[in-house]
């Protein structure tokens, strides 16, 4: 089985704490976030010696995460944009409330099929599914011994989680994805799983 541990990226600058935020802020880590990556590589290094390939979103929170990995291990990052976050249209930038007050109809209707609804200048679950579709097919094909790891985003791993481990939406909604959390799941080329980790961090200590 090929090893893939999925990966959010660090903390990164933000301006305020919105819940829609996608491809919107394409800023840099912050000092924390820094300490968090330099803790996951550690962590990685120790406990996954032999990962052999590092694939990352090309936003910047996710790409800097990817590079400190790879100073690691003496690796090179491959930049993937579809493994980039969703874009949530109108409401990027906007808190929950924000978005119910400004488009209530809009954010209704996302709230009731969030698999299926497109926000207006944006994508829907399904559409955020189809595009990493074949670059993470691509991965699970890989050689049993292979170890790999994907720096992306929040969404994204609610979104790979709903269609490849087969978790419900009203599940991984719950679930808050900590920066520099992991999972690690063992799939086989007829996409059969197992769960190793899953939204660990307890490496990070007091940096969560």
């Known amino acids: 089985m090929v090893k893939i541990i999925l990966i959010r990226h660090a903390d990164y600058v933000t301006e305020s704490?919105?819940?829609f935020l996608g491809i919107s802020n394409n800023n840099?880590?912050?000092?924390?976030?820094i300490t968090q990556a330099t803790l996951l590589a550690t962590y990685l290094k120790k406990n996954y010696p032999t990962l052999q390939q590092i694939t990352s979103s090309d936003l910047k929170r996710s790409l800097q995460t990817a590079s400190i990995i790879a100073s690691k291990f003496g690796s090179e990052v491959l930049v993937d944009e579809t493994f980039r976050e969703i874009n949530f249209g109108i409401f990027e930038g906007l808190t929950m409330e924000e978005a119910e007050d400004t488009y209530p109809k809009t954010f209704q209707e996302r709230q009731n099929d969030k698999i299926n609804f497109v926000v207006p200048e944006g994508e829907s679950y399904k559409d955020v599914y189809e595009r990493i579709h074949p670059a993470f097919n691509k991965i699970i094909q890989l050689k049993s011994d292979d170890v790999v790891a994907i720096i992306t985003h929040a969404t994204v791993i609610k979104i790979l989680s709903m269609f490849y481990l087969n978790m419900r939406q009203e599940e991984v909604d719950k679930i808050h994805y900590?920066?520099?959390s992991l999972s690690v799941i063992d799939f086989n080329c007829d996409k059969e799983y197992f769960i190793n980790k899953y939204n660990y961090l307890d490496f990070l200590g007091d940096t969560k």
């Not at 840099?28 to 976030?33: C, D, E, M």
Request: proline residues 8%.
């Open 178 to 180: 900590n920066h520099c």
């Open 17 to 19: 704490s919105p819940s």
């Open 28 to 33: 840099s880590l912050t000092k924390k976030g």
